[in-house]
């Protein structure tokens, strides 16, 4: 079993849709999620971080946390082609973490 | 400060050559860490330190490649007698450690590219 996994994609949705990323990780003993976002040729950036279980908003961006679940989820409101891209979810056991990431396409 | 900062970019090597790659974090950062990635797939993690101390090694990571951190600044990545397998993107990032809001969050260099013809 992989430490973090992603739906690898592609994912496309039209423009003004919501963008439904999700990631599951092994490690129960993870305290600090994250999520990253990756233009084709550059290095991941930061979007957002989750410490505790439930929701936190960020502009468009929601991400959700589930520990029971071992689950983590990045939704992406009023999706916008500049969002397109491959998100990348981060889990720290110890150190950092990633998935393979989720390639999504907005599609004016 | 200027962020993370890597160097050489670019490298073209032959198999069979040995390669270093050089790493500058933020310099407020006391932890830094390198990840190898490969088109399609997520960053790969290799190693971190915290300050000069190497807390962490891949057990994937066989034993050509080896990082040091001498001063807890900045970071070297050697790899010996590459393998056409080891072409990639080898990126630095480094982030503050504790648990504070924001602490852990990565910041990455642009990455050095290998090629090993």
């Known amino acids: ?75 992406i409101r009023d999706s916008q082609p500049s969002d397109s891209a491959t998100y990348l979810c981060a889990v720290k056991p110890n150190d950092m973490r990633f998935g393979a990431g989720t390639r999504l396409t907005v599609k004016p | 400060d200027t962020g993370v900062s890597q160097n050489p970019r670019h490298k073209i090597t032959k198999r069979g ?28 993690f290799l190693t971190y330190f915290q300050n000069e101390a190497q807390l962490e090694k891949s057990r994937l990571l066989s034993d050509r490649f080896s990082a040091e951190r001498p001063k807890g600044s900045f970071s070297t990545l050697e790899i010996q007698r590459t393998e056409q397998g080891d072409s990639a993107m080898y990126l630095c990032a480094s982030s503050l ?15 050095s590219r290998l090629t090993v013809l």
Request: charged share 20%.
């Open chain 1, 1 to 75: 079993q992989k430490e973090v996994e992603q739906n690898s994609g592609p994912l496309s949705v039209p423009e003004g849709a919501i963008a439904s990323l999700n990631c599951t990780y092994s490690d129960r003993g993870s305290q600090s999620f994250f999520w990253y976002r990756q233009y084709s040729g550059k290095s991941p950036e930061l979007i957002m971080f989750i410490y505790s279980n439930g929701d936190k908003e960020d502009g468009r961006f929601t991400a959700q946390l589930n520990k029971a679940s071992q689950y983590v989820s990045l939704l």
């Open chain 2, 17 to 44: 050559q040995n390669v270093t790659f050089r790493c500058d974090p933020i310099s407020e950062h006391n932890r830094l860490y390198w990840y190898r990635q490969t088109l399609g797939q997520g960053p790969e």
């Open chain 2, 97 to 111: 450690s504790g648990s504070s809001a924001g602490a852990n969050v990565l910041t990455f260099g642009a990455g």
